[in-house]
């Protein structure tokens, strides 16, 4: 069966330090592959998405970038960290056709001080 | 570009009363809408999903409903419980951008 790994669980970090949130889908192959932000009592905004290896959709101008450097892992990043960028990270994934379920890790909770 | 608008934003019932939640979406090649539930502090959990090709899908207590001519979709929830309680998200799935795009999300509240 397929699982989402999604790492670190929880971190804080002071602003203008750098990001690395890790993702890994296990039990399939070309997954699409999604980061979602969620702040505190709000919605879901989709931040990147990616349908292939190196193949980055951005759909919020901002200071995250995202890669895919192997099929089935999905990273965020950013170089100097905002307190806008607190909120909680969920990592997705579906299979390649659409109309698929879309299924989230667990999140990371992520604190700039 | 994509939009989903959902309504209302906190939803307030007494226990076994029936609760209705309301999505808009504005991507006419739209083809997949699934509903999620979560909890504090949670993932999004799929709770019911439904296809462009079917217009209503029930399981157990909850139902789904699609309009494709109107592009709106609504969660149906019967004989709510307590446990029912969380934030509720309707989502849109653009095959054609391949993203899954989410309404803003209600809270239910079912009080004893």
């Known amino acids: 069966s397929q699982t989402i790994h999604q790492w670190p669980a929880t971190l804080v970090q002071p602003v203008g330090s750098p990001l690395s949130l890790e993702c890994t889908v296990e039990g399939t192959s070309n997954p699409n592959l999604y980061w979602y932000r969620q702040a505190a009592g709000r919605g879901l905004q989709l931040l990147f998405y990616s349908v292939g290896i190196g193949q980055i959709s951005s759909e919020v101008p901002q200071n995250l970038s995202a890669s895919r450097p192997q099929d089935r892992q999905f990273i965020l990043s950013s170089k100097k960290l905002l307190l806008s960028d607190s909120g909680f990270y969920l990592c997705?994934?579906?299979?390649?056709?659409?109309?698929?379920?879309?299924?989230f890790g667990e999140g990371s909770w992520l604190t700039v001080v | 570009g994509e939009n989903v608008e959902q309504h209302p934003s906190t939803l307030s019932v007494q226990e076994g009363d029936s609760a209705v939640i309301k999505c808009t979406y504005s991507d006419s090649a739209s083809n997949y809408f699934p509903w999620y539930k979560q909890e504090l502090g949670k993932r999004p959990q799929l709770i019911i999903d439904i296809r462009s090709n079917v217009g209503e899908k029930k399981d157990q207590r909850i139902a789904v409903t699609l309009n494709k001519t109107a592009k709106h979709f609504s969660l149906h929830i019967t004989e709510t419980q307590p446990e029912d309680s969380a934030v509720y998200f309707c989502a849109s799935f653009s095959g054609g951008y391949n993203k899954l795009i989410f309404g803003a999300g209600t809270r239910l509240a079912v009080h004893p």
């Open positions: 997705a994934w579906t299979a390649g056709l659409s109309g698929n379920t879309i299924y």
